[in-house]
């Protein structure tokens, strides 16, 4: 019967789609009228169609089904955070993110009483040690998923500074990836500092190739087939973009390593940006990464860690945490986002967008490679000064009301007070230090608006 049906309708082509537009338009231009033209440069049609493509792109280890819930627990203190994850799994949690400050913390007593057979476990490094590694290694368990942050590169690029210098860094590092087959690359820092989606991707591949042509000949071919690459990655509220993003970052990845004879698959870890997070009407903050997260799952992340609404401004809170944790539980387990493998292909939408993103990031990564190298074009600022034209760009598209933030440049709650709600001090610092080159700098969007109501707000009491 549906077959039946379907037939008594003709298939309508997209020249014929498009002629039909341009009689309802009454004269106004297709293109000025219709084409939505991006920061990355990607003009965005109306409607996408199946008669543009000859053949749609393979994502491949993209599964939405498979993502799991992270937490993320600074090591303050090791016995609460070992309660608080033991909590967090209970309440749900499938991997956790430890923040370790220093060698002075215990892994044997961070993981007590953990089953981590069925978890993920990061640790974020905030120091160097391929000794502290080693240590950290005897007390995981053997059948764990494991993953060490130690990105050297990453660390130079937010301080402008080594952990000790460049030789010393990197036979650190040498022994780290030799005892771990693990190698992280922080791509959040690109995006919270107002790089465009092209850019993110282009660095990203750049500063992982980086690596490759360092451990090229350390590896052997049995390491190299274990090597675990692991991509930290924000997404903001450009959903679909968003979704491609990550589409996108798997297909540029499988091209790079097929080149090296290395591992394929790459891990990507997805937090939701803080770039468009904002102090004022804060619960709007709940809505954007509540896309953001959807974004994240759809384009095929490994593993997503919510953002608490309130995390720009408040120190680490149960509720907040629980909010930010059940977000994705509803995702999971009542919005059926784990029903359904890779629901973006073929979509003619993100499948274009994937594949442009891919395009232009493999156009910028070659001119990186072609200059120097992505190490180099840091050293000599390049970097550095592509993502301040596109968050220049972004500032003045939100100065100006294009980009907007609800409840802060559109529709804003004048009756909001926050003088007295601020834990920790949320704009951008500004400490004179030394440093080898310029460092990459996040920043948040409204962070001036949200700084001159603040101040009204102190002069009116």
């Known amino acids: 019967m549906s077959n039946s049906l379907f037939k008594q309708f003709p ?71 070992n309660l608080k994850a033991l909590d967090a799994i209970s309440r749900g949690a499938e991997a956790i993110k430890f923040i370790i400050p220093s060698e002075d913390v215990s892994i044997e007593q961070l993981l007590l009483n953990m089953d981590a057979s069925e978890l993920n476990l990061y ?50 590092l040498e022994t780290v990836v030799a005892s771990t087959h693990t190698l992280s690359i922080d791509v959040a820092l690109y995006q919270n500092a107002g790089a465009n989606t092209i850019q993110q991707l282009g660095y990203a ?39 491609a993003k990550l589409r996108a970052l798997r297909l540029l990845w499988t091209s790079l390593a097929s080149e090296y004879g290395i591992n394929e698959r790459c891990h990507i870890f997805v937090t939701p940006s803080k770039r468009n997070k904002t102090i004022y009407d804060y619960n709007t903050n709940l809505l954007r990464t509540t ?75 070659k ?37 907007v933030l609800l409840g802060t440049n559109k529709h804003p709650n004048p009756q909001d007070s926050m003088q007295h709600e601020l834990e920790i001090y949320p704009f951008l610092k500004t400490n004179p230090v030394k440093t080898l080159i310029e460092p990459i700098v996040e920043k948040r969007i409204s962070n001036h608006l949200d700084y001159k109501r603040l101040e009204e707000e102190k002069t009116k009491n």
């Open 291 to 365: 896309t953001e997260c959807m974004s994240a799952i759809l384009g095929g992340a490994d593993t997503v860690n919510n953002l608490a609404y309130d995390a720009i401004y408040h120190k680490d809170n149960e509720f907040s945490e629980r909010i930010a944790r059940n977000q994705l539980l509803i995702l999971k387990h009542e919005s059926y986002f784990d029903k359904v493998n890779n629901p973006a292909d073929g979509t003619y939408y993100i499948e274009t967008l994937t594949t442009q993103l891919s395009e232009k990031a493999l156009e910028l990564f």
């Open 123 to 172: 640790f974020e490094l905030q120091f160097l040690s391929s000794e502290y590694v080693k240590n950290l290694q005897k007390f995981t368990q053997p059948n764990t998923s494991v993953f060490i942050n130690t990105d050297i590169i990453g660390k130079l690029a937010a301080s402008g500074n080594w952990f000790s210098n460049l030789k010393d860094d990197h036979q650190q």
């Open 11 to 81: 298939e309508v082509s997209s020249k014929e789609w498009k002629q039909k537009i341009q009689v309802d338009l009454k004269g106004a231009d297709y293109n000025e009228t219709l084409i939505w033209k991006t920061n990355e440069g990607i003009d965005v049609k109306p409607f996408y169609h199946s008669d543009e493509f000859d053949k749609l792109p393979e994502v491949s280890g993209s599964q939405a089904t498979a993502f799991k819930i992270c937490q993320t627990i600074f090591v303050a203190n090791v016995e609460k955070s």
């Open 205 to 243: 591949l750049a500063h992982a190739n980086e690596y490759l042509n360092h451990f090229e000949d350390a590896l052997s071919n049995d390491s190299k087939h274990k090597l675990k690459v692991v991509f930290n990655v924000s997404v903001g509220t450009n959903y679909f973009f968003e979704i």
């Open 367 to 403: 001119d990186i490679e072609g200059n120097g190298g992505f190490l180099s074009q840091l050293k000599e600022g390049t970097i550095q000064r592509k993502i301040k034209e596109n968050a220049i760009k972004e500032q003045t598209q939100f100065d100006e009301g294009k980009l």
